[in-house]
């Protein structure tokens, strides 16, 4: 399995991403700058999070602009997977790969914890490592994850199994307390129609490995290895 990890300005994941999948794969990413207008063969890529160019304007707009995205839209439009992480999320909606938008956090406050999430689905290459409706540990760290969208369109993502991610209680509830910026629906993460690109706002790279305090991020890096190598 090949993998390239697109680096913007400002980024502070993107080393994480790199040490979670060289972990899973046996062997590193490519890391590609922003800037590059080339990108090598993969079978997955990654937008990582962090706060690319300080996250000025919409977070993720001037992301959606560099000179990379042009050839990540052309590769996800043919079918190769892509996941957005956090501030990669964003950027997924403001190119237009992704469905909705991503606000400011509803109590307007950076919020950096560890939230419980629900996956609701296990028939993905993203989400193959887990159980549908298991419940997993993983960190958030953002001032702009309120997912947004209208009822039709909150609708179609319900009725076309879209929705990949909800924020939950440890027990797998809905509740209002478990949402932890406002999100429709409690949406944590959402997929394309064919499930072949997948934002979401936890960080699964910062829980991947013991040592870090936990490991249930780590079984989508496995499970993406798993489905793609």
Same mark, same amino acid.
């Given at each position: 399995?090949?993998?390239?990890?697109?680096?913007?300005?400002?980024?502070?994941?993107?080393?994480?991403?790199?040490?979670?999948?060289?972990?899973?794969?046996?062997?590193?990413?490519?890391?590609?700058?922003?800037?590059?207008?080339?990108?090598? %063969?993969?079978?997955?890529?990654?937008?990582?999070?962090?706060?690319?160019?300080?996250?000025?304007? &919409?977070?993720? %707009?001037?992301?959606?602009?560099?000179?990379?995205?042009?050839?990540?839209?052309?590769?996800?439009?043919?079918?190769?997977?892509?996941?957005?992480?956090?501030?990669?999320?964003?950027?997924?909606?403001?190119?237009?790969?992704?469905?909705?938008?991503?606000?400011?956090?509803?109590?307007?406050?950076?919020?950096?914890?560890?939230?419980?999430? &629900?996956?609701?689905?296990?028939?993905?290459?993203?989400?193959?490592?887990?159980?549908?409706?298991?419940?997993?540990?993983?960190?958030?760290?953002?001032?702009?994850?309120?997912?947004?969208?209208?009822?039709?369109?909150?609708?179609?993502?319900?009725?076309?199994? &879209?929705?990949?991610? &909800?924020?939950?209680?440890?027990?797998?509830?809905?509740?209002?307390? %478990?949402?932890?910026?406002?999100?429709?629906?409690?949406?944590?993460?959402?997929?394309?129609?064919?499930?072949?690109?997948?934002?979401?706002?936890?960080?699964?790279?910062?829980?991947?490995?013991? %040592?870090?305090?936990?490991?249930?991020?780590?079984?989508?890096?496995?499970?993406?290895?798993?489905?793609?190598?």
């Amino acid at each position: 399995m090949k993998a390239s990890v697109i680096v913007f300005p400002g980024s502070n994941c993107d080393r994480d991403v790199q040490v979670a999948l060289t972990d899973s794969m046996g062997r590193p990413p490519e890391m590609v700058w922003h800037g590059d207008s080339e990108l090598p %063969a993969a079978d997955l890529i990654v937008l990582p999070g962090g706060f690319s160019y300080g996250d000025y304007l &919409r977070s993720g %707009a001037m992301a959606a602009n560099s000179p990379v995205m042009r050839e990540v839209v052309d590769r996800a439009q043919k079918g190769v997977p892509v996941l957005g992480i956090c501030n990669g999320f964003q950027t997924l909606t403001e190119t237009g790969l992704l469905p909705g938008v991503l606000m400011r956090n509803a109590n307007l406050k950076f919020v950096c914890k560890d939230v419980t999430v &629900r996956v609701e689905t296990s028939q993905t290459v993203f989400t193959c490592g887990y159980e549908a409706g298991q419940t997993v540990r993983i960190p958030i760290a953002h001032h702009d994850g309120n997912y947004y969208a209208d009822d039709d369109l909150l609708d179609r993502l319900e009725g076309e199994g &879209r929705v990949a991610f &909800r924020y939950t209680d440890p027990e797998g509830a809905e509740t209002e307390a %478990a949402n932890p910026n406002g999100s429709a629906r409690n949406i944590a993460g959402v997929f394309n129609e064919s499930k072949t690109v997948l934002g979401l706002m936890p960080h699964p790279e910062r829980l991947a490995d013991p %040592a870090l305090g936990g490991s249930d991020g780590k079984a989508l890096f496995d499970g993406l290895v798993e489905a793609l190598g």
